[in-house]
């Protein structure tokens, strides 16, 4: 199984910048895709970006355009650069991951919060 540990939450204004982080430890070799999902207060949790083993990434409609998604293999950690923040990105942020075996392994989440 694979271990997560997010970082980088926080309070921001409309229109800054936050990047969250995320470092998995355990089984490393078995990890295939990797994501951030989020859920609001009231609201279902959704996908927010994953990137596979090979790079490719995948973005919810909206944050596409201000939401950046990479991993650095070297270092097991996964990063998600979010601009032009808005107060509708207010949530809970989760790293997950999809091993090649099919299990799912999620981290224990980041408070983001964006507001004036």
């Known amino acids: 199984q694979v271990q997560l540990v997010e970082s980088g939450g926080g309070l921001v204004q409309p229109g800054g910048s936050l990047r969250l982080s995320c470092v998995a430890s355990?089984?490393?070799?078995?990890?295939?895709?990797m994501g951030w999902y989020r859920q609001a207060p009231g609201k279902q949790r959704e996908l927010v970006a994953d990137?596979?083993?090979?790079?490719?990434?995948n973005y919810a409609d909206s944050v596409k355009g201000r939401f950046t998604i990479s991993r650095d293999n070297a270092k097991n950690t996964m990063y998600l650069q979010m601009n032009s923040l808005k107060p509708e990105d207010t949530a809970v942020y989760a790293c997950?991951?999809?091993?090649?075996?099919?299990?799912?392994?999620w981290g224990q989440g980041t408070q983001v919060t964006v507001s004036s």
């Open positions: 997950h991951v999809d091993d090649i075996f099919g299990r799912l392994s």
């Open positions: 355990g089984s490393i070799f078995a990890i295939n895709v």
């Open positions: 990137i596979s083993s090979r790079g490719r990434t």
